[in-house]
């Protein structure tokens, strides 16, 4: 990881996060390089496999079948059991929360240039988090910053 890199965060693991950053991975081979995958190895093999995505996913990397490496930064935030697709809970919850405080410290560090969070789903980050209105306001929170109203 370098600070050229962007750390992707990869939202709820029962929502449609997962697939988007494995699909946006698998067809952009010049910037899967430089991005580091912020979740957990279970639940991106699972949405690869339902949505027959072909890479292979270790504990620390995203192999490609083209030879590509994408890291894989593994915050052990959720077990399989804790979530089931589409379904709101406060496994998915905690995770997707885990995974972008992990990026947003990650930038905080200077490790990476960027964040980007894949989608969330707002019912499942309230059962641990009342009052969650998005990622704006978590990264205000995080960074002690004001943005755009949210603090």
């Not at 430089?34 to 270790?58: Q, S, Y």
């Not at 083209?66 to 930064?73: E, N, Y």
């Not at 052990?76 to 589409?86: H, M, R």
């Not at 995974?99 to 905080?108: E, F, H, K, L």
Request: net charge neutral.
């Amino acid at each position: 990881m370098h600070g050229a890199s962007i750390a992707v965060a990869i939202g709820d693991p029962a929502g449609i996060g997962p697939e988007v950053v494995l699909k946006t991975l698998a067809a952009d081979a010049v910037h899967s390089r430089r991005v580091v995958v912020v979740g957990d190895a279970e639940p991106l093999a699972r949405h690869a496999a339902t949505c027959g995505i072909n890479v292979e996913i270790g504990p620390d990397e995203l192999r490609w079948p083209d030879g590509r490496r994408t890291h894989l930064l593994a915050c052990g935030a959720v077990a399989g059991d804790e979530w089931k697709y589409g379904s709101a809970s406060a496994g998915g919850g905690r995770a997707c929360l885990a995974y972008a405080t992990r990026a947003i410290a990650m930038a905080q560090a200077g490790h990476v240039s960027a964040v980007l969070a894949a989608p969330h789903t707002g019912t499942s980050v309230n059962l641990v988090k009342p009052g969650f209105d998005g990622y704006p306001s978590l990264v205000a929170e995080l960074t002690g910053t004001r943005v755009n109203g949210f603090s």
